[in-house]
């Protein structure tokens, strides 16, 4: 995984054609930190998952890295060994200063990237289920996303025959390169099954026998619907946003989302799928895990017989194939232009319509009856940004009637193709309810306040977080400053699909976390959305309501045009109405996770942070917190006044009591009612331990922000959109709110302490700890001004 780390690293940051120095790549960090989230939860059981000699003297600091930290350093050396290597193999013209617009690899090269790239996913996926882990999908997925990231545009990036026979069908890829290409898919497959099967033999697990099979409660039919319908829309998005035209508004050639979005079906599929079928998606993984199977240790009368095992892995892989070929044949009437330019798009965009919104409910429904719990929202939030992201360039991905609604309402859609729109979305909602019905009958999905919870919390919770929900759409996608027609975002479906990682942890336990009159319709299918779903839908189209009202309070320069809008710099109250929005979601949120005990109270902070940060960023700067405040105010630059900034602090504050005030009425009624959540360090833990872990990663966070979202864009980026700053913020309370909850709470944020402070009617420890995060902000400030001198020299030379 060392090897696969800074494989990954030269792909994405060193090579000339991937980080183009004229038009350069903003996924670099993703596709290089998701490497550990791959080998990470692959190997963690196994090695510890150091994958780096720094990371090994720190673990062995107590030997001053002279125990095993010597150890995994030469391992972890080379590794980078190989994978120069192997990039110097791979990327030939990188040495020799070819002409890259006319480069085409040979076709060895080629099945080389098909080879390591299905390998290193299959690998990930075989030693995950060796050793059981709890999120294979996610792994698997990230391993696949990372791999596409740096291969990409080496051989395409297919690393499974059956999105290769999609590829082929519509007519990307000779079908003399496709055969060779299967043939080292499935070979690359055998041989990680191989790898998986001796780490499976020597682990603790392996009395456990692995095989490809269908879930103790589900039919071998269900098993092979699931299989068939994952992998078309795996194969159907790879598709959509990897072998299409960029859009017209995008200024830059690079597509920063394209492996994210074909990575993420994995992680809904798997989740959503992986107790039916397993949630392979690719023919070559099946191969892998039936050599595992085979290598078993187990004696051989407690494996199914060759010809049972035979039957149903081809049974698997055809299916699998034919999920490949119905993407194929459906991408032609959803993306007619790519075909012929002049065709009619009507019929196309409700069709990705019916078929996004289809594709959504489908999965919500296998969630609900077979999903993993703990990553339910995240399959949907990754299913719902994947389908955006495909259909998006068509029909506008809106996939539910109540962001159809909102759009009508701002002007931004017609009324009668709302109401066009509002039929595909509902047949679709409906559809896919009674799939999911049929392929787990006789079990079906309720939709209704989740006791001890009553209608009017379970109302509430809808309009909230479906208001969160469409603002974000008008936000990121119809906003002429956020969404330039001549600059478009790449960002707009991250945004948009991460509300539900927000909203579905934290309402999820109140109203079951529809957000979508779709969606309620398909979960209430079996009263035909007449029992709560239409209680649910008037809930949601007010949240849209809501969204539209707020959205043109936020951005009155919607409405301008010419000098006055390129002129237009927001009001102080509008900047401040921006914090208070985005610090009042983001307590919500963590206020709703930790009085229903969620077990993704970080993940889902973060998601709600990185939705408003990507939604509001150009109105006030999306510090939501007023500790951020102090350091970008602190870092100079004329970015923000002291006036301002207490104004800022201000609004953050109000937000945070406000939101602390609604969870506490949540609270009172919820079902840990008798438990008080006072902002304490955790148990076994000193309050100056907490308050330095505050500190710590309270400046981890202002630094990213002083870093990614307060400095002037590279030259060498074509774009003036930032397509990771947001996610890089979120990802500062992923990073901090799961390594130091159970010590400080991870509140990082003074804003979502007085949000605690007020919930719990008790103001606890929130005067240390917020120091202590007001003291790390500085220090950001202090050692950004060090690292980054260039932006100080820049910013006097404008004011000079």
């Excluded at 799939?435 to 209608?455: D, I």
């Excluded at 529809?514 to 398909?522: D, K, Q, W």
């Amino acid at each position: 995984y060392t090897f696969m780390l800074c494989f990954v690293v030269l792909n994405c940051a060193a090579s000339k054609r991937v980080n183009n120095p004229e038009d350069s790549n903003q996924f670099f960090a993703l596709a290089i930190g998701f490497v550990i989230i791959a080998g990470g939860y692959a190997v963690g059981g196994v090695s510890g998952a150091a994958f780096n000699p720094a990371v090994a003297l720190g673990l062995d600091v107590k030997n001053f890295g002279f125990g095993w930290g010597i150890w995994y350093a030469m391992a972890e050396l080379s590794g980078a060994a190989l994978a120069a290597i192997m990039y110097t193999v791979m990327r030939p013209e990188e040495a020799s200063g070819a002409d890259f617009s006319n480069y085409t690899p040979a076709l060895p090269i080629k099945l080389l990237s098909e080879f390591l790239g299905t390998f290193m996913l299959m690998v990930t996926v075989g030693l995950n289920v060796a050793n059981g882990s709890t999120a294979t999908a996610f792994s698997a997925a990230a391993a696949l996303m990372c791999m596409i990231y740096a291969l990409g545009d080496v051989s395409g990036a297919h690393f499974n025959p059956a999105v290769t026979v999609a590829i082929v069908l519509r007519g990307a890829c000779s079908i003399s390169d496709a055969v060779a290409y299967v043939l080292v898919q499935l070979s690359a497959g055998l041989c990680a099954g191989w790898v998986a099967a001796i780490f499976h033999t020597a682990g603790p697990l392996y009395k456990r026998t692995i095989t490809l099979h269908h879930g103790t409660e589900y039919a071998l039919g269900s098993m092979a619907f699931a299989e068939l319908f994952f992998t078309f829309v795996l194969a159907y998005v790879v598709l959509a946003v990897a072998t299409t035209k960029p859009a017209a508004s995008q200024t830059t050639a690079q597509k920063f989302y394209f492996a994210l979005a074909i990575g993420s079906c994995f992680t809904a599929g798997g989740f959503a799928i992986g107790g039916v079928s397993g949630g392979e998606l690719n023919p070559a993984v099946s191969v892998g895990l039936d050599m595992i199977t085979a290598m078993s240790p187990a004696p051989k009368a407690q494996l199914p017989p060759l010809s049972v095992r035979m039957t149903l892995l081809a049974s698997v892989v055809g299916v699998e194939i034919v999920g490949g070929v119905l993407a194929a044949i459906v991408f032609r009437f959803t993306h007619p232009k790519e075909f012929n330019p002049n065709a009619p798009t009507q019929f196309a965009k409700l069709l990705c319509e019916f078929i996004g919104t289809f594709t959504l409910v489908f999965t919500v429904g296998c969630c609900v009856l077979a999903g993993s719990g703990t990553f339910n929202a995240t399959a949907i939030a990754s299913v719902f940004m994947v389908m955006i992201y495909a259909t998006g360039p068509v029909s506008g991905g809106n996939l539910n009637p109540a962001v159809s609604f909102c759009l009508g309402l701002t002007g931004a859609l017609e009324w009668p193709q709302v109401f066009r729109y509002w039929i595909a979305q509902l047949l679709g909602g409906a559809a896919a309810g009674v799939s999911y019905l049929a392929m787990f009958s006789p079990k079906a999905a309720t939709l209704e306040p989740v006791a001890p919870f009553g209608a009017s919390h379970a109302f509430l919770m809808e309009v909230i977080y479906t208001f969160m929900l469409c603002f974000v759409v008008l936000n990121v996608v119809v906003s002429k400053r956020n969404n330039p027609a001549t600059d478009g975002n790449q960002f707009f479906a991250l945004a948009i699909g991460f509300v539900i990682i927000a909203g579905g942890y934290a309402a999820g336990g109140i109203s079951g976390a529809c957000f979508n009159p779709a969606v309620a319709l398909g979960v209430d299918i079996k009263n035909v959305g007449l029992g709560w779903g239409l209680s649910w839908a008037v809930a949601e189209m007010l949240g849209a309501a809501a969204a539209v009202a707020l959205y043109k309070l936020v951005r009155p320069d919607e409405k301008m045009t010419g000098e006055e809008f390129d002129s237009y710099v927001p009001a102080l109250f509008t900047r401040c109405l921006s914090e208070f929005l985005g610090v009042f979601m983001l307590v919500l949120t963590v206020g709703l996770n930790v009085i229903m005990a969620s077990p993704a109270v970080a993940w889902s902070a973060a998601a709600s942070l990185m939705c408003m940060t990507y939604a509001l960023g150009n109105v006030s700067g999306a510090h939501f917190n007023p500790a951020v405040t102090l350091a970008v105010v602190a870092s100079g630059r004329n970015l923000c006044s002291v006036k301002d900034g207490c104004a800022y602090v201000v609004a953050q504050t109000l937000a945070g009591g406000a939101a602390g005030l609604l969870t506490g009425y949540l609270h009172a009624v919820g079902p840990s009612a008798a438990k008080t959540f006072a902002l304490e360090p955790g148990t076994g833990y000193s309050l100056t331990q907490a308050g330095f872990c505050e500190f710590f990663f309270t400046f981890v966070l202002a630094y990213v922000i002083l870093a990614v979202a307060t400095t002037q864009a590279p030259a060498s980026l074509r774009t003036k959109q930032s397509f990771q700053f947001a996610l890089a913020i979120g990802s500062c309370v992923t990073a901090g709110g799961f390594a130091v909850g159970s010590v400080s709470g991870g509140e990082l944020n003074p804003a979502v302490g007085v949000g605690m402070a007020v919930q719990a009617m008790s103001m606890g420890s929130l005067p240390t700890l917020a120091t202590w995060e007001f003291s790390g902000a500085l220090l950001a400030s202090v050692v950004f001004r060090l690292t980054h001198p260039t932006e100080f020299a820049l910013a006097q030379k404008i004011v000079a």
